[in-house]
């Protein structure tokens, strides 16, 4: 089983950016896809950014293409989220998840850390 612990959230101003990490309690970067999720008041928890393993593939969500970067450091075992121009909008908690295998679209995720908030100020 993978242990997720995101870290980084805050209070930011909008335009300002933050990084979010998540570690993993083993290695994830040949066996895992890696996602980001968010969920924001009274709405659905969306995929915002995945990478499938080995990092030959990643995807955004058209919300934060252009200004959200995923990141993996396989020395680390820690997944990162680079997320710039924040507008309020983005306000939410931010999860971390793993899964087993290639596909990161459409599909569930297994392993789940415990969030990190997020909140951008207008």
């Known amino acids: 089983q993978v242990h997720l612990v995101e870290s980084g959230g805050g209070l930011v101003q909008a335009g300002g950016s933050l990084r979010l990490s998540c570690a993993a309690s083993e290695n994830t970067f040949s066996t895992y896809t890696m996602g980001w999720f968010r969920q924001g008041p009274g709405k659905q928890r969306d995929l915002v950014a995945a990478?499938?393993?080995?990092?030959?593939?990643?995807y955004y969500a058209d919300s934060v293409k252009g200004r959200f970067t995923l990141s993996r450091d396989s020395a680390k075992n820690t997944v990162y989220l680079q997320m710039n121009s924040l507008q309020p909008e983005g306000t939410a908690v931010y999860y971390c998840?793993?899964?087993?295998?290639?596909?990161?679209?459409?599909?569930?995720?297994?392993?789940w850390g415990q969030g990190t908030q997020v909140t951008v100020s207008s």
């Open positions: 998840a793993a899964r087993p295998g290639s596909s990161y679209l459409y599909v569930e995720y297994d392993y």
């Open positions: 990478t499938n393993w080995g990092g030959s593939k990643t």
